[in-house]
């Protein structure tokens, strides 16, 4: 058997080398591009979460899309379901159940210091999706002053931000407002993450 030259096998081993190389670069190259050709997933206007500058407008009834004056709110409840819109393109943030916000004007001298900080002359703000399984908190008991889930029953005290009976793990997130003349207007982001956590 002969014996092959030590610098033929060099050289051999040296195109191997760069051809793997070569055949690397390549693939790598080639997923690059093909990552820029996926279509990025984006979000409609109307299903962005709650941005800064949105104007709380009513999610339901006759006057559904109109703003939410402070000075409507009845004091102490019951709340009101909203939704928020960009003032600039009219649009209404809808299309993602993770924006329907519970609205309503609380005594501030009874509000929770972790409340009072996101709320402005008394108006609070929560999000309405209720963090055990996710339903719409719908339901207001005026003699105990609680928000409540129909789902499970979950019930929610909004002067404290407290769980006070059922099953969800952990209150709602708040979100912070401010009044603008006869609007609400957001003016930050949740206190937490919204539903159902992971």
């Known amino acids: 058997m002969e014996r092959e030259d030590p610098k033929v096998q060099k050289e051999r081993r040296l195109m191997l080398t760069l051809l793997g190389t070569s055949v690397g ?25 709650p941005q800064v500058g ?18 409507a709110l009845p004091l102490g409840g019951p709340f009101l379901l909203a939704y928020p819109m960009d003032p600039k393109t009219g649009v209404v943030r809808s299309g993602d ?7 309503l004007r609380l005594d501030p001298k009874h ?30 008991h005026p003699n105990l002053g609680v928000m409540q889930c129909p789902c499970h029953g979950g019930e929610y005290d909004p002067y404290r931000d407290q769980v006070v009976a059922g099953p969800p793990p952990r209150p709602l997130p708040l979100l912070p407002v401010k009044a603008e003349g006869s609007k609400l207007v957001v003016s930050g982001t949740f206190s937490g993450p919204v539903g159902v956590v992971g």
Not at 54 to 71: F, K, M
Not at 115 to 138: E, F, K, N, P
Request: aromatic letters at 4%.
């Open 25 to 49: 670069f390549a693939t790598l190259s080639a997923l690059l591009v093909a990552k820029d050709l996926v279509p990025k997933q984006s979000q409609s206007p109307d299903r962005l979460p």
């Open 54 to 71: 949105d104007i709380l407008v009513h999610a339901t009834g006759h006057t559904q899309g109109e703003p939410i004056s402070p000075d």
């Open 111 to 140: 509000l929770a210091p972790e409340v009072a900080r996101y709320a402005d002359q008394g108006v609070v703000v929560y999000s309405a999706v209720c963090t055990h399984l996710g339903c719409i908190v719908s339901l207001w």
């Open 97 to 103: 159940p993770k924006s329907t916000l519970l609205v």
